[in-house]
Structures are given as structure tokens and as C-alpha cells.
């Protein structure tokens, strides 16, 4: 029975270098690899030896015979992509090994962001070099947008984590979260010129955690977020907001957005609370979804279906959802379902709207209506909730170059540049912060090793400067600047707190939502 890859691929892609006969496409070098959501398997090649599940860091891995019932779809999926890509054929492909030139001892790496970006950029460096690593996170809590970001109904996809926590506990990685990097000194931040002068290079991997607006009138109201709101909300994020939803109102949400997180958040959202209760959604949002009970979400999208953003895989796994039905309109000029009264209490849908876009939201005092176009005809949508999940931009850091108008820091190949334009010697920026939103934990996995190497090239050819500080002097200056520093064994015990709360309810963790829980648990102090 062949094996089959599900929706929880993260294309870490470890799993195509220990297949013997080079089923899973698309390999690394091929089209569609970043782009595509999950690899696939070739049921007609696949000598069913399991290697791959065996390297697979999230789980997402199993025979046929074994899928249960709402990933079967995986095994159309995988065998259709061999349908569609006929020129994609197995075999054997010549192996090419990095070459490893020798390097000066007693290199100093820091990593800022503890994500897949992050990640993976900290395993390159400890496979590649001797380097000694400090990785630096804002919050107490290591994972970035896999911790923050990844639907709670996901949970396998998380457990990349599990790799990257291999790596932290290497003797010459040292953990400091709590930390931030910044201008504000008198905040506590450390400051990215200071990071320079202590470290032979400093890779920025700090995601794009800001959202684009709509510019619509209403988008304001209260009512209106973004999808990074709402996510980082029901992730638990420490200081997220919860949205506004009158316990009375008309059960239904807008989301604008056709990409992978419309479909996350309109899949939380439209879920029964009692599927969520199972998984580490916060307790905020669990309490408010049971308490208000959205039971339709319209999605918006200025395009047809076939200009969607989304997966197909992420697509057909909305099919599955118990008790749930998927409506799609997709006529430019066709005329648009009622949805001018609320939804009914008695039916859950996913709602496409196609060639759809919005004009404004409207209310008195808070949203109760999206007013949208088709075919230049505008049409009243009742809804409690607008959510724009239209694309991400990056936070400036003080003290580092920023280009407002692209939301990213500017580099050329992950160099960060100055604004002059020239390079800036040791200091790196990768993934998301670099290139923009696009691209998932497998596309972050090759930027993190092209941009490593980008490094090593620099310090075999002399174009970083070696810091002046000595090797203590960091930890040093961390502990001068403020004690609420949280290292592995705090991050460790953070952990286990939350496992333990989780065990006692039937779910994987309950996760604090507040930054001084999780410094009590750690055993430190706010600072």
C-alpha cells in the first residue's frame, strides 16, 4: 500500500532525500517547490518502505490503509498531481554535496526570530560551520508563526518544533527570549548596532507580522480586524485583542482574502466549538466562539476561482469539516445569494463570493454590514465581523534599514543594505522579513541554507569585521539591560506547565496568554 502525504506537509523536505526511488515531487529543485503546499507521493512508484514517514518532522505521513476518514482526499491529491505534471517522473538524481571550506575558529552567530525562518537558518549554521549561536526572541515562548501562526486544528504541523528543540538544546546554541531588539534602550531592548559589535554576524528572521489595510470607509469600526489580529488572538498571543461580536447578532463573519489564512480563519470560525475544545485554541477564543457561535463565513475574493490564493489542498479540506457546507459562486455577473439577513442558526456554511469586492462597511457604533460589488451592482452583506486577510508586512526595527513602502528590509540575496544602498557587512535578513509573505515553512527551509551560505562565502573572503567584544561580553550586557532574560530550562519549563494544564483538560496544552504567566512559570520576573 502506497504512502501518502496530508494536509499537514510543511515541505520541510527531508522526506525526499531518503526515498530510494524518488517518489515525492517536487523536489527542491524543481517548479513548484515553495509554491506548492505539500509534496506528494507517486502511488504507482512508491515501494511502500515507510523512510519517508520515519523523516517527516510534523507527522504528516501514512500508508494509505491508515489515513482517517477526513484525510482520504490526500490520496487523490497526491496520485492527481502525477496526472497534471506527466513530465515529473521518478528515478535516481546525482547527489551534490555542499562544499565546506575551512573557517576561522571561534565565530559568533546571533539569530533574531525564533519561526521556520529562524529555525532552520540555526540548524544550517550548526551543520555547516562551528559557529556558536544566541538566538533572540520577543517573547518568552520560542516558534514564531509556527507557535502563533498555524491553525490550532493543525496541530501536526507543529511539530517542526520538535526539530528546532533538538537544536536549542546544542551545547553551543544559548536561548535568550523575553529579549527584543530595538532603539529603545531605556525599554530594555537591545539595540542592533549593539548585536554588531558583539556577534561576527546577525541573521534577522523576524516574520511579517503586520497587516495591509483595505482603505475602505468603515474598515475602523469596531467589528473590523485583520487576520493577524485574529489569529495571533486565538493562538494565544500574549496582547492580542479579541474581536468585538454582539452575542446577539447575525452569526455571520466576512473575511476578504482567498489565501491559505482566509481559509485557517474561516475554518476556526465556522467550526463547532466542541471540534475546537480538543485542540490548544486559547481560552479566550474557545469561551467567546461558544458563547457567540458563528455559523457562516463569506469569503471574498476581486477575482475568480481560479485566481484564488488558496491550496488545493487547503481548499478540499474544507469539504471534510463535520457538518459544515461549502458554497461557491463564481459568475462575474451573475446574481450574488441574499445574504442581506442573518445567517441561518440552523445551517454552518463557507460561503465563496468570486469577482467580489468591498465598497464599506457600515454600522452604528460597530459593523452590521458589508457592502460589496459584482459586476458593478453593490449588495448589503449582514455580518458581525469583517476580517481582511489581504497580505503582510513587516515591523520595523529600530535602528535598521526598512522600506515602508514594500513592508520588508531591503538586501540583495539576504545582505542587509544600508540606505545608500551598499551592503551591510555580517548582518543578514531572511525569510518573510526578506522576500515578503510568500512562500511556507519549506521555501523558508532553502532561504535559510542559500543565505547561510551567503555568509560562509563572506567570511572566507574577509567581508565581515570580527567583534571587538569578547565572547562573555553579550551575556554580560543582557543581564545589565534587564533580569526577565528567559533561557532554554525557562523555556522548558513553560512548556511543561502548559502540557500539564492540558493533560488535566483532554488537550495537547493550554497555552498562557499573558507575558507574566509565563515568566512566573519560567521562574523569572517581568522585567
Not at 126 to 152: E, H
Not at 198 to 209: E, M, P, R, T
Not at 450 to 457: L, S, T
Amino acid at each position: 500500500m502506497p504512502y501518502v502525504i496530508t494536509q499537514s506537509c510543511c515541505s520541510d523536505a527531508g522526506c525526499v532525500s531518503v526515498c530510494p526511488v524518488n517518489c515525492i515531487h517536487p523536489t527542491p529543485d524543481e517548479r513548484g517547490f515553495g509554491t506548492s503546499d505539500i509534496l506528494h507521493i507517486d502511488p504507482q512508484v512508491c515501494i511502500d518502505c515507510g523512510a519517508c514517514a520515519d523523516a517527516c518532522p510534523v507527522n504528516a505521513i501514512f500508508p494509505a490503509d491508515r489515513l482517517a476518514p477526513r484525510d482520504q482526499i490526500f490520496i487523490e491529491i497526491n496520485a492527481d498531481f502525477y496526472r497534471r505534471n506527466p513530465d515529473i517522473s521518478s528515478g535516481w538524481t546525482d547527489v551534490v554535496y555542499p562544499d565546506l571550506p575551512r573557517l576561522p575558529d571561534g565565530l559568533r552567530v546571533a539569530v533574531v526570530g525564533t519561526g521556520p525562518s529562524g529555525g532552520y537558518a540555526l540548524r544550517t549554521i550548526l551543520n555547516r560551520t562551528q559557529a556558536t549561536v544566541t538566538v533572540i526572541d520577543q517573547l518568552p515562548t520560542p516558534g514564531g508563526l509556527v507557535r502563533a501562526g498555524v491553525a490550532p486544528d493543525h496541530p501536526s504541523t507543529k511539530d517542526v518544533m520538535k526539530t528546532f528543540d533538538i537544536l536549542y538544546r546544542d551545547p553551543k546554541v544559548t536561548m535568550a527570549t523575553n529579549v527584543q531588539v530595538g532603539a529603545d534602550v531605556a525599554a530594555g531592548q537591545i539595540t542592533p548596532a549593539e548585536l554588531a559589535a558583539h556577534f561576527d554576524a546577525v541573521f534577522y528572521a523576524v516574520g511579517a507580522s503586520q497587516s495591509r489595510s483595505l482603505g475602505i470607509p468603515g474598515e475602523d469600526l469596531p467589528g473590523s480586524t485583520s487576520a493577524t489580529e485574529l489569529v495571533a488572538w486565538y493562538n494565544a498571543v500574549p496582547g492580542a485583542d479579541g474581536p468585538q461580536i454582539p452575542l446577539d447578532g447575525t452569526g455571520r463573519a466576512v473575511v476578504v482574502g482567498t489565501g491559505n489564512v482566509a481559509l485557517d480563519v474561516a475554518r476556526i470560525l465556522v467550526s463547532p466549538p466542541g471540534e475546537l475544545a480538543a485542540t490548544d485554541i486559547a481560552d479566550r477564543a474557545l469561551a467567546l466562539l461558544r458563547e457567540q457561535n458563528i455559523h457562516e463565513v463569506v469569503l471574498l475574493g476581486r477575482r475568480g476561482q481560479d485566481s484564488a490564493a488558496y491550496t488545493a489542498a487547503e481548499y478540499r479540506a474544507l469539504s471534510v469539516i463535520p457538518g459544515v457546507e461549502v458554497i461557491v459562486h463564481d459568475e462575474a455577473a451573475g446574481a450574488l445569494p441574499d445574504l442581506s439577513a442573518p445567517a441561518d442558526p440552523g445551517n454552518r456554511r463557507i460561503v465563496f463570493l468570486f469577482h467580489t469586492s468591498p465598497v464599506r462597511a457600515t454600522g452604528d457604533g460597530r459593523v452590521d454590514s458589508v457592502i460589496v460589488t459584482t459586476g458593478g451592482r453593490e449588495h448589503p452583506i449582514a455580518a458581525d465581523l469583517l476580517v481582511r486577510s489581504i497580505g503582510y508586512r513587516s515591523a520595523p526595527i529600530g535602528g535598521l534599514p526598512f522600506d515602508e513602502q514594500t513592508g520588508r528590509f531591503p538586501n540583495t540575496d539576504g545582505r542587509l543594505l544600508a540606505e545608500s544602498g551598499a551592503v551591510l557587512p555580517g548582518v543578514y535578513v531572511r525569510g518573510w522579513a526578506a522576500r515578503g509573505s510568500t512562500g511556507g515553512i519549506g521555501a523558508n527551509k532553502l532561504n535559510a541554507i542559500d543565505v547561510v551560505e551567503k555568509f560562509i562565502d563572506d567570511v572566507v573572503e574577509h567581508r565581515i569585521q570580527r567583534p571587538a567584544a569578547g565572547p562573555e561580553a553579550f551575556d554580560a550586557l543582557l543581564r545589565q539591560r534587564h533580569r526577565g532574560v528567559v533561557g532554554y530550562r525557562g523555556i522548558r519549563a513553560i512548556d511543561r506547565r502548559e502540557r500539564e494544564q492540558g493533560q488535566r483538560e483532554g488537550r495537547p496544552r493550554v497555552k498562557f496568554t499573558e507575558v507574566s504567566e509565563m515568566l512566573s512559570a519560567a521562574g523569572r520576573r517581568k522585567r
